[in-house]
């Protein structure tokens, strides 16, 4: 067993902690593929060591870890302890089926599920108190509820303007059945108010439209895409036109960038996540190949692409053939909606950094090396 590094020829400090390992300061081990590694702590280079050292310190490294864990805690992976003065760091696979990656999106599967049964019950709910509220307020009288439900229908060629401001594609059809709606709404009026409700009707529309227009307009082109990124738009003001021209990326190191805000901002990390959650209410609407129903079924498939492509990194490397960006990047708006709900579901259950991810690329490229070492020898 070497006394010094393989890169920076610098000895390893003596430990007084392991009799199988008695230098270095920082040990990592694998017991799934049995290796073992010295980490030198000047240069940070992880030294291999040989398959029977490996072997043969092992059991220690496994025992003091296994020692070394809370109580009713099982030992998990890139969680390092503390011996003395030994660092010693776990990688591989968890050992707690808790921790796996399937574990974890079934679990947020099932929340999500949860959430849309209460999303369901509560519809139901308000809908039968607006029954119980129509009954008491215009009694038994089915034209009192047709003449209600007419004067809204009055707003539909408002949606329409309101969705070309946006400069979202409307197609004809749609212009027509909204004004065939109108104008059966105020046909409906007509006929139990009379002719003069309908002329009260139309000034009032007409004298209102502008100002809602104007609404619109102001908040799709000034304000934030929803009420709900106001605390994140203090940092990075976001509109619905600002999202065309998203595009994402990532780090060596697996970190989520955002790419194309105003003033060539770029969000990363943690900071990328919370937007990217921000904004996916809208992108999910908007996106190719979108759902015509929203229910669990639909994370469900989310999950499903997530465990077929191993998680967070595979989904990243499954992205990579959407490259058309002329930086290299990845166009948020033309994703396929499937890619970007599996990505807004990894990020919620593995995305945020626990302070172990330059250490698991450092191990995924340690592991490498030995992987294609192991392959070299006959």
Partial sequence: MSLTCITCHRP???NGELASIPDASRIAFDPVRHRVWRICSDCGEWNLLGPDASEAALPELSARFAARTPAGEAPSA?????????????IGAPESGEESLAFQLQREVDKRSRMYRLVYIFFGVSGLISI????????TDPWMWIVALSEYTLTAPVFLL?????KERVALWSWFIAIAVAVAGLVTIGLHEGTAYVGYAVVGMTLATPLILAVSYASLRWFPLAHGFTQYSRLVPISREDVRRLTIDWTHAGELMICGLRDDQIVIGDHAIDLYHHLWPW???KAPGKPKLYSVRNDERAAELLRAVGGLRGLFRALDGFRTDQDGRI??????????AALEL????????????ELRSRALAASTVADEAEALDP
């Fill in 132 to 139: 119980v509220l129509g009954y008491l307020i215009f009694g």
């Fill in 12 to 14: 390893f400090p003596p």
């Fill in 78 to 90: 890139f969680a390092p302890v503390r011996l003395g003065t030994v660092e010693l760091i776990k």
């Fill in 346 to 357: 990894a990020l919620k259950v593995d995305g945020h950094d626990d302070g172990t991810g």
């Fill in 331 to 340: 166009q948020l708006a033309t994703l396929p909606w499937i890619y970007l």
């Fill in 283 to 285: 992108i999910a609407t």
């Fill in 162 to 166: 309101q969705r070309w401001l946006a």
